[in-house]
Nanobody
Framework: VQLQAFGGGLVQAGGSLRLSCAAA????????VAWFRQAPGKEREFVSA????????YYADSVKGRFTISRDNTKTTMFLQMNSLKPEDSAVYYC???????????????????WGQGTLVTVSS
């Protein structure tokens, strides 16, 4: 599956952004999906994930309560609603997808076979 992320931008601290990731070329409804982010000089880190049927969601502790992952299988698109943004949320955000990932590997980047190109989020203080 090919993924394309968009929706990033510049926002002030405390503001909101909604990232989208459009999928094409695969059976999106069968994929587990996730968002990761990478700040300059840092490793890529897990943000959030959702099972193929939307039945389970997972969040990094740093974003829990502020970010919400969702998906629309009819439109083959996934989303990341980001509220109460902080400067430390600034990073390139990547969407990812793969067929069934085991629970212990949900937060591991190498578990995901397909990646979007990334969209830059900058939060100013």
């Amino acid at each position: 599956v090919q993924l394309q992320a968009f929706g990033g931008g510049l926002v002030q601290a405390g503001g909101s952004l909604r990232l989208s990731c459009a999928a094409a070329g695969g059976t999106f409804s069968r994929y587990d999906v996730a968002w990761f982010r990478q700040a300059p000089g840092k490793e890529r880190e897990f943000v959030s994930a959702m099972r193929w049927n939307g039945g389970h969601t997972y969040y990094a502790d740093s974003v829990k309560g502020r970010f919400t992952i969702s998906r629309d299988n009819t439109k083959t698109t996934m989303f990341l609603q980001m509220n109460s943004l902080k400067p430390e949320d600034s990073a390139v955000y990547y969407c990812a997808a793969t067929s069934r990932v085991i629970l212990s590997a949900v937060r591991i980047a190498s578990s995901y076979a397909s990646w979007g190109q990334g969209t830059l989020v900058t939060v100013s203080s």
